[in-house]
């Protein structure tokens, strides 16, 4: 179920493309989902905002219905009926809450084939189970230890007696779909928000001679649900702090991992060591015996081993072969493809570039759309000119070539193997293999010209008006 909006939020975006641990509600569950064992048909009954929704999560190849109107969670399920028909039971999973594991979806589902239920609900006791449905266990002698439920009691509707219930309801339902499907019509919205509750099927299947029942799990951070701003943001927490933990256990350093922030996909091998106060976003995948320094971010990106990363470096979808030193302070936007053992240092700004195996761009230099090769040296302050306010334009540096500071490559333009440009050169046309280009004016000497300068220039009284503070 991922239609609603997602009032308590105040937000634009609707509610299940709102990320923690790096991406949407709704991808996790689904990421869930799509790993059950065995394997399962996934649907997400979409309606606010859908298409934004459908787009975000469209790659997963699942399925999706349409709840135009979102009338309520028993409502999502009553616009399902036709694309479930066929089968014979349905697992049910809130899109917004994330952390629901694969093996807790499976075994939902056992309990409820083993039970032979119409409806089987996943439950957890809370400390602070308010906002929550709270399940109403059959206690009488007759039921005693039983798993059977009376009823979900939403929060608005509980009595005080019944808010002091501390098992909720955790939003994730097994149904027989031939029992669920000759029901729902008994389905109301004579409730405090006016909707069609899921919930109410407990109560609808029991007085039906159904049998309803709860499986309860331990691990009660799994079923958290996201309902507010302040929801997302435990949840977030919890889900990088497993992370880390889950890393740590696989042989990765993290110091300070509180200070860390690492989303759900990232890769790390064994022996990569992580300080304090570093980002790795998306995709990112980090070889082994790395050391990436405080302050970095990196995203999307993929990194060979060995690779030292000093502070404050910024990654964007960029690759890094083993070996390579950056930083501190580089900026490799998207394409950046750094060569085994090459060294991007100091203020060093890179795009769509191949900087070849054990090549240097020290400092203070900006190479964008280059080709260059193995064994360069890109002085200091050199600078791709790859834009003419039209069109971008390939810069090429063949391997073993020197490029001297401050020196402006013109592009299109290439430059040959083994060549040298001087520095403060304006290179505007091709340097030959093995050649020396000088693109700039010659220097003039005028000997005695800051002698007479001072001397014309020297002060002969001060101006009037003006207060020395030696004076007051
Ligand atoms: C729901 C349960 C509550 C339970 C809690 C667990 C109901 C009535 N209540 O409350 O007992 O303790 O989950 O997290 O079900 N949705 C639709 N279409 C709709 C309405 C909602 O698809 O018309 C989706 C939402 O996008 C969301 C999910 O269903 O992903 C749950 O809806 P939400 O409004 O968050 O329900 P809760 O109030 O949290
Ligand atoms: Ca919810």
Known sequence: ????????????????????????????????ATRVVPPIDVFAIIGHEAVRVRSAVIDTGINFVLQSEQRGTGHALMVAQSALATYDHVIVLSGDAPQIKPQTIARLLNFHLDEQAAMTLLSTDLDHPAGYGRVIRKTSRKHAGSAEVEAIVEEKSASPAQKKIHEINAGFYVFAVPQLFS???????ANPHGEYYLTDMAEVLR??????????????????????????????????????????????????PATCVIDSDVEIAPDTVIEPFVQILGRS??????????????????????????????????????????????????????????????FVETKNIKLGKGSKAGHLTYLGDAEIGAGVNIGAGTITCNYDGVHKHTTTIDDGAF??????????????????????????????EDALAIGRARQIVKEGWARERRAIRKPTEKKPGRIFLEEV
């Open 285 to 346: 995948r980090i070889g082994a015996s790395c050391r990436i320094r405080s302050y970095c971010v990196i995203r999307d990106s993929e990194i060979g081993p060995g690779v030292l990363i000093r502070p404050g470096c910024i990654l964007e979808a960029a690759r890094i072969g083993p070996g390579a030193v950056l930083g501190p302070y580089s900026h490799l936007r998207p394409g950046s493809d750094i060569g085994e053992g090459a060294h991007v240092g100091n």
């Open 403 to 432: 490029i001297g500071s401050d020196s402006t490559l013109v592009a299109p333009v290439r430059v040959g193997k083994g060549a040298y440009v001087a520095a403060a050169s304006c290179i505007t046309g091709d340097v030959p």
């Open 207 to 256: 007085q039906a001679r159904q049998r309803v029942v709860v499986w309860k799990t331990e691990n009660s951070s799994e079923v958290l649900g996201a309902n507010t701003r302040a929801e997302l943001a435990a949840i977030d927490l919890q889900i990088r702090m497993t992370k880390c933990q889950q890393l740590m256990a696989d042989g990765v350093t993290i110091f300070y």
């Open 1 to 32: 179920m991922a239609a609603g909006k997602g009032t308590r939020l105040k937000s634009q975006l609707p509610k299940v493309l709102h990320e923690v641990g790096g991406k949407p509600l709704l991808a996790h569950v689904i990421a869930a």
């Open 183 to 189: 029901h729902i019509e008994k389905l109301s919205t």
